[in-house]
């Protein structure tokens, strides 16, 4: 029962749910960098029915709005933009654009916390000669309504972490308040209420809230299945 969900998922539920994003991303973002599934070496403690590994999109090219703009207010819904990739021009509301000099890359991580059974987006922000930035760059990087939001939130904060598979330091937004926003966020659901949350709900929803930080948005396409009917329950 949604009552009684706390808001986190298994790491097998974390593996279909993470699957069930990159197939949707690729359905409506086909002329965008792809997420994609990163099988890790399975550790001796862990069961081997479960799937080791984490979620990546890596060459990231975000617009980086004025902070005139953003004080104004302005919200960019949608924007005709030119994949790195392909010629192919989609109208989405993930705006991606070529590289210049002044253009910063972005590498995302979809990473699983045994901790704290959730998603945690790690991340690496690079100049365009491949150095990377330090986070008070970051931070001034993002847009000026998120950095503010971050400095004000309870649910989360920028930190330095070391990646858990990687073990290297990346980025990261902290996933202590997750799952009280994922129960928040996906117990409105009314046919949640009657059926148990759909794992391949889950990832869209949380993704829909992580990615604006980044100015990232989801195309409605996508918003729209939160909304549909799924098979496969979360467990408590």
């Given at each position: 029962m949604v009552e009684s969900w706390d808001g986190t998922l298994s790491s097998t539920e974390f593996y279909v749910a993470a699957c069930a994003f990159a197939k949707q991303w690729r359905k409506f973002n086909?002329?965008?960098?792809?997420?994609?599934?990163?099988?890790?070496?399975?550790?001796?403690?862990?069961?081997?029915?479960?799937q080791v590994?984490?979620?990546s999109v890596e060459n990231v090219i975000l617009p980086r709005l004025s902070e005139e703009a953003d004080q104004k207010g302005d919200i960019i819904e949608k924007e005709e933009c030119v994949s790195e990739y392909e010629d192919e021009v989609v109208d989405t509301a993930?705006?991606?654009?070529n590289g210049g000099p002044g253009v910063h890359r972005y590498d995302f991580h979809a990473v699983y916390s045994a901790?704290?059974?959730v998603p945690v987006l790690y991340f690496l922000q690079f100049r365009a000669n491949g150095q990377p930035l330090l986070l008070d760059e970051i931070e001034k990087d993002i847009p000026v309504h998120s950095a503010e939001l971050l400095t004000r939130s309870?649910?989360?904060?920028?930190?330095?972490?070391e990646h858990p598979e990687l073990n290297r330091p990346w980025y990261t937004l902290h996933p202590c308040g997750t799952s009280e926003w994922m129960k928040l966020l996906l117990s409105t659901d009314a046919s949640a209420a009657q059926s148990g949350i759909p794992v391949e709900k889950y990832m869209i929803s949380w993704f829909s809230v992580v990615g604006q930080v980044f100015g990232l948005k989801l195309p409605v396409e996508m918003l729209n299945l939160v909304g549909a009917d799924s098979t496969i329950v979360c467990t408590q």
């Open positions: 086909r002329s965008l960098p792809q997420w994609s599934w990163v099988t890790c070496p399975k550790r001796p403690w862990i069961s081997h029915d479960n590994g984490y979620l993930v705006v991606v654009h901790s704290y059974r309870k649910w989360t904060f920028m930190t330095q972490e």
